[in-house]
């Protein structure tokens, strides 16, 4: 049912109740009801009438925006997986193109480590494109499943602390935040060598915070090498969030990365 649809019902079927039964009454009925009479019975009329009516048309208006929020968020998923797509495509194309040169050059080592790039972007692949989006799949739900996986395939064990309600976050943010989780536990995964990981995502005063950690070996800020590995990324989708991301090292040993939005 269009909006038009309900605007002409609005203005047309309380009309024709409320209308007709004045008309019937001055007709039909008025030598057998009195003024006062017909006057109650228009109002009581008027109160059930408005009041069916309102239930029904908000009732109508409510499920047609879930439907249409609904199918928005699906296609957001659906763009964002594409984005992964293009980004998982051209991440395997590189390191192939990386383990030939390396196995024309006899650095085996080199090339073995490339394969395992590629080994960890498929599977990482698997992950983020294999199921259909689901209708209830709430942020918290996604970041569940999600991390379930990825401790099962990493051996890594995973803790989760989770205390925003459903509705907090837009489509857009909730598209960031878990993309900035999966950037920072492929890095956990790849360069931390950690045994334990942690992720909380908690409502503030004003605003929220995410915050990811783990026991592994920390960051050497002072290599070029270990300032670049997807904190780019991890930036990028801070500062479309209107965040700020904190990346340090925690005592005695693991790496901490807040973003946090007031």
């Known amino acids: 049912m269009s909006y038009r649809l309900l605007q002409f019902l609005c203005v047309l079927l309380p009309t024709l109740l409320i209308g007709g ?8 009925l008025l030598h057998s009801l009195s003024m006062e009479t017909g006057n109650l019975y228009i109002t009581i009329l008027t109160f059930v009438l408005s009041l069916l009516f309102s239930i029904w048309m908000f009732r109508t208006i409510k499920a047609m ?30 390191s192939i193109f990386f383990m030939n040169i390396k196995l024309k050059k006899g ?8 394969l395992s790039t590629i080994d960890n972007h498929v599977r990482q692949a698997i992950f983020n494109l294999r199921s ?41 943010e909730e598209i960031q935040i878990f993309a900035i989780i999966q ?6 995964r790849k360069h931390a060598d950690a045994s334990k990981a942690k992720v909380i995502i908690e409502e503030m005063k004003d605003g929220w ?54």
Do not use: C
């Not at 039964?21 to 039909?28: A, K, L, M, S, V």
């Not at 209830?136 to 925003?164: C, F, H, M, P, Y």
């Not at 950037?183 to 956990?188: G, H, L, P, R």
């Open 65 to 94: 925006n879930d439907k249409l929020a609904n199918e928005q968020s699906k296609r957001a998923v659906y763009e964002e997986r594409e984005r992964l797509a293009r980004e998982l495509h051209d991440g395997i194309a590189q």
């Open 183 to 188: 950037e920072a536990f492929a890095n956990i």
């Open 132 to 172: 259909e989006p689901e209708i209830d799949d709430s942020l918290n739900s996604r970041i569940n499943k999600w991390l379930a996986e990825w401790s099962s395939l990493t051996g890594v064990e995973v803790e989760e602390a989770i205390q925003i309600p459903q509705g907090f976050f837009t489509t857009k």
């Open 209 to 262: 915070q995410l915050k990811i950690s783990d026991d592994g070996r920390g960051i050497n800020f002072s290599k070029k090498s270990n300032k670049q590995y997807g904190l780019s990324m991890m930036e990028e989708r801070t500062k479309q969030l209107g965040g700020v991301l904190e990346i340090r090292n925690r005592h005695p040993y693991g790496t901490e990365i807040i973003v946090k939005k007031e």
């Open 107 to 114: 650095d085996t080592e080199a090339a073995s480590r490339a």
């Open 21 to 28: 039964f004045e008309y019937i009454r001055h007709d039909f």
